[in-house]
């Protein structure tokens, strides 16, 4: 039998499955690694670790089943930036999307307009995330260094690079750098020019599906691969997170709960935001993953489930209790922004509250209304997209936090559309691994698509209770609006202190 | 040895002080009643249960020493109403302050403009606990009732009644009803003419410290005292609470914060808000008692003690936690409001909140918080009075919730000026004895009163500390602009939900 090794590469560690040629999961594997935090806002991660922790996750995976491994494909985080000398040597670290070193650059280009401009031309949210400030950013503070670099790469395409010596990026990566055109699926010359690069300091341009090259001969070795194992480009986790439910369609929105949160849905065609609240990244001519991220998912789960009810407490002891109180906690609103937000309201000194207390409240009906919050701020997020695109018919839905019925229930009924659960939660390195049973002549139709991914079952909203957040939902944004400039002056205050 | 008796009719109970001539407490006791509430809005007493308290406690007071009980004096709560007929026969119970069913009364009052010329007439702040409003309601509601009505009384009026047939009501009490001219220390003629009533339905006007009446045989029997015994007028509980802290003049306030709170200092001219956001009540032609009462003081304490930390947790439970957390609660503010407030707002709709959080945050941050939101509300209740009468030099104060050191010194800090403490704790019975002793020919200067008084410690403002809450205060005021309107949509989701 033959195998693919699918491979999610993402923040905190990465993600192996291999996958036998029919798509049947075989074994998985996970490895860690540190984020490089000694500064502040900084961010960073050591690509030399990543690299390691890959090769072993593709040499043991290969030991795990009996036959030969032909493709390997990817699955990777967004927004990093890497610099590497003429010599392919690395300059820096990988500077993940979670560096916020480039903050001041935004608000600069916020305030000129430049940031809108980007957005407009390439889908690129404005945020210190995305690469294209970052190097500004790097332009700016440490100029010597950003002449020294020739080439300036994300984290899969270093990987690529390291296994086979080629400079090629997907698509759908480009797409996460703010540098990528949206119209003419190319570098965008005119950003490129303002930061006096050109496009040979950049990767070449390929197709998710693309061969990268032919492996080096020295991991060929090293991990007991076959001679011709493909080496896939492979995707975005955002793209590739969205294909893998089955959300490949304009009526199907993929949300994701884990740490931290998505929702996103494909359009045929190019589709803004007035304000640059939601994403559009294209991934062929006429296909744009459009979406909002969301910092605060299970990460404030989990801290409200500390700060109630101790160190001790499991999900369970939270969901039991927040069970008790009723639907929209009698009026009781939780705003999620403990460090800021990215979408809907793209605010760093956004802050968290729990407002509308009277003495009926107690701890139960805290620990719902923060539950209830972490949606409604999603759906915040989602509604930006539906107002553009049109309200989808189903939820597909995955990630940490959706793992109860009485969650998933919740968001059926305040989203007010049905929920579909996914039996395979490895979104990510299965669809990684169809972009490579697609280069290997597999014709993947919708039909089959949706026979691998298994859904798992299917919530529809309760009427009652669909209306009743109905009528909160809107007061869950005003009370956003009402403190934006009281948040602000709260955040400094807080910076202070420090 | 003669003694005199204090009784301080309280809305849940009675207590009663005796001491001996020269003001040496001897023994106390407390004897409390139910509240009514059978309608929403609702809170009446039955004035026959309140009478019989009273009677049992100058029983068994009188009979706890040996001596003649020559004076009984009265410290009573405000706003209270209650008609009599033509043989003082009751038709209503005791509407208390906590009664609200003249609220739309109120609302169409304010927007009509007649609420703020009552205001300024009577010195009466906007709110349905004032007998003028009251009046209005039972006229519109229950008409029938209000014609068979010949004489409208307070509750200490009712009972002075019962004791001696007499119907006399100190200027204090009188100043608490929105019917008192503030100019002519009499019945508002304008007023009672709109309401169609005259002076005669009303009690006659005397002195606190004047004798009543000869105290009906009935009583001097049944009570076993002296036939001579003088029945003093006494004063309103707010009027003796501050003179009672001996903050008798302007360059000293009274904090009061029990289960509610109150901040009141003295005025020897006539000082009105704009907004009418503190009530000014006349006690004589120079002497006028200013401050804000505030519903959410301990009985937020008691509420976030439950909520944080379960009902098995002691209030030192509750500020040893709190204590674990910095000054500012790292900008984490809290909203005490959680059913409505008076004073500074005077909304009923505002509601409770905790905004700010960050991840940094535990539950000792929103314990600490939670104190300071209580104190910065009454802050805020005393800056509208330091705004109009100058700051004073330093705070008097009283009540469960300074029993720590911990608040005490918060409170320090928070106020930024220097805290006095009291040894006696029952300055209301205290004060309504010194007005007999007045009465019996005692002068009053203010070292003796001071002498009786007994301050105990004093807590001065740390600096560093007072400068930090010098910056949130006017976050916190701000964030209670903000969220106005969205608490008055809260409140009426959380009416239907009912
Ligand atoms: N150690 C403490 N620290 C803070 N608050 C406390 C403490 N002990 C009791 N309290 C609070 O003090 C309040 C009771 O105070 P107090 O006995 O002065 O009130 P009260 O006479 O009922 O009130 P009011 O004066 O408003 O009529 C309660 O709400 C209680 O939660
Ligand atoms: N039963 C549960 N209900 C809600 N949230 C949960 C539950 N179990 C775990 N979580 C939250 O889910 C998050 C992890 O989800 P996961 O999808 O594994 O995250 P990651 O984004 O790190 O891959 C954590 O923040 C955790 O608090």
């Not at 540190?34 to 690509?47: F, H, T, Y």
């Not at 990543?50 to 990777?76: D, N």
């Not at 298994?454 to 669909?466: I, V």
Request: with cysteine.
């Amino acid at each position: 039998m033959n195998y693919i090794i699918g491979l999610d590469v993402g923040t905190t560690a990465t993600k192996g499955t291999v996958y036998d040629i029919n798509g049947k999961k075989k074994a998985e594997l996970k490895k860690g690694y540190p984020l490089i935090q000694l500064k502040e806002d900084q961010a960073e991660e050591d690509p030399r670790l990543i690299f390691a922790a890959v090769q072993t996750i593709i040499f043991k995976l290969s030991k795990m089943v009996k036959g030969k491994v032909i493709a390997i494909s990817w699955s990777s985080q967004m927004h990093s930036l890497i610099g590497l000398d003429k010599n392919g040597e690395l300059l820096t670290n990988s500077i993940t999307w979670a560096d916020n070193r480039a903050k001041d650059i935004v608000l600069r280009d916020k305030e000129s307009g430049l940031a809108l401009k980007i957005y407009q031309q390439t889908g690129m949210p404005v945020h210190p995330m995305a690469p294209v400030y970052k190097l500004a950013w790097l332009k700016e503070n440490k100029p010597e260094l950003f002449t020294q670099v020739d080439k300036w790469v994300d984290i899969k395409t270093y990987l690529l690079y390291r296994l086979t010596g080629e400079f090629k990026e997907d698509i759908t990566m480009a797409a996460g750098t703010g540098l990528f055109s949206l119209k003419k699926l190319a570098w965008d010359q005119i950003i490129l020019n303002q930061l006096g690069l050109k496009d040979r300091n950049f990767p070449q341009l390929v197709q998710p599906t693309a061969v990268i090259g032919k492996m080096k001969d020295e991991y060929v070795h090293k991990l007991d691969l076959p001679a011709d194992v493909k080496v896939i480009a492979g995707a975005s986790d955002g793209y590739l997170s969205t294909v893998g439910v089955g959300a490949v369609d304009k009526n199907e929105f993929a949300l994701n709960i884990g740490t931290s949160g998505a929702v996103r849905m494909f359009s045929k065609k190019v589709l803004l935001d007035k304000k640059a609240r939601f994403f559009c990244y294209p991934s062929s001519k006429n296909n744009y993953l459009l979406g909002g991220p969301v910092n605060n998912g299970g990460i404030i789960f989990e801290w409200a489930k500390k700060m109630l009810l101790g160190p001790q407490a499991t999900a369970k002891n939270f969901l039991d209790l927040a069970q008790t109180a009723p639907a929209g906690s009698d009026g009781l609103l939780f705003h999620p922004y403990l460090g800021g937000e990215r979408a809907p309201i793209w605010d760093s000194n956004a802050r968290g509250s729990f407002v509308g207390l009277t003495r009926k409240h107690t701890k139960a009906y805290m620990a719902r209304s923060v539950l209830e919050g972490i949606i409604f701020n999603l759906r915040a997020a989602a509604h930006l997209l539906t107002a553009s695109a049109g309200k989808p018919k189903e939820l597909r839905i995955t990630g940490g936090f959706v793992r109860s019925n009485f969650v998933r229930q919740m968001i059926a009924n305040i989203f007010a559309i049905p929920v579909v659960t996914m039996k395979n939660d490895q979104s990510g390195t299965l669809a990684a691994m169809l972009l490579a049973r697609q280069e290997l002549g597999f014709t993947e139709n919708r039909e089959k698509i949706k026979n691998l991914i298994k859904e798992d079952k299917t919530y529809f909203p309760d009427q009652e209770e669909a209306e009743l957040y109905q009528n909160l939902f809107p007061l869950y944004c005003e009370i956003g609006q009402d403190l934006e400039k009281s948040y602000a002056k709260i955040a400094a205050f807080q910076k202070r202190q420090k």
